[in-house]
């Protein structure tokens, strides 16, 4: 894993998402919880021979060579996705609490260290996966709505909104080859 600077099992892939995307903490290796997700994870993968690359039908690259306008980017936000997200980031949350649509940006948002932080990793998700339920074509949720400049406009400007800080992320890269989005 680029990230960390080594090969990363199961167990620290899980617990990296806890930690960063979640702003959680990490489960315990040998607990029931983190071991129900790796045998769910290893059932769902029963079939696969174990270096066959998986082809995903909702991800995809964006021109990372594509200038972000901030300015455009809170337009479509506004426009695309405040609806779910919340007018000020914040998300949205059931009537028992649970979260329906995830904060994008304060202090219950994912931390600084999430791939999420990063413009073009946030641009290639929101490309393939966002906004929900304006399709007319395709299954509710599988993307296509924004071009590339689309995606990485909003993703500049929800990623570089405040979130909280990731203490962890000093050890991030140790091999060099930072990536030209991160934050830190």
């Known amino acids: 894993m680029p990230r960390s600077g080594k090969e990363v099992d199961l167990e620290g892939r899980i617990n990296g998402c806890f930690m ?8 315990p290796r040998e607990s ?43 337009q479509i936000y506004y426009a695309q996705c405040a609806t779910c997200h919340g007018d000020n980031g914040e998300g949205m949350k059931d009537s028992r609490g649970d979260i329906v649509f995830p904060p994008l940006w304060g202090d219950e948002s994912f931390n600084i260290g999430a791939g999420m932080a990063r413009t073009y990793k946030a641009a290639a998700f929101v490309k393939y996966n966002m906004p929900m339920g304006i399709q007319t ?6 993307g296509n709505v924004l071009t590339d400049q689309d995606a990485v406009d909003v993703s500049e400007f929800f990623a570089h909104k405040p979130r909280p800080d990731f203490p962890g992320k000093v050890n991030d890269w140790p091999t060099g080859n930072k990536p030209k989005d991160a934050r830190y």
């Not at 960063?20 to 489960?27: H, T």
């Not at 074509?137 to 599988?142: A, E, F, N, S």
């Open 20 to 27: 960063r995307s979640m702003n959680g903490k990490p489960l």
């Open 32 to 74: 029931e919880e983190m071991q129900a997700m790796v045998a769910y994870m290893k059932w769902l993968s029963q079939s696969t021979p174990k270096n066959q690359k998986v082809t995903i039908s909702n991800a995809g690259e964006v021109d990372t060579s594509l200038v972000a306008d901030t300015a455009r980017g809170e």
């Open 137 to 142: 074509k395709g299954l509710w949720g599988h």
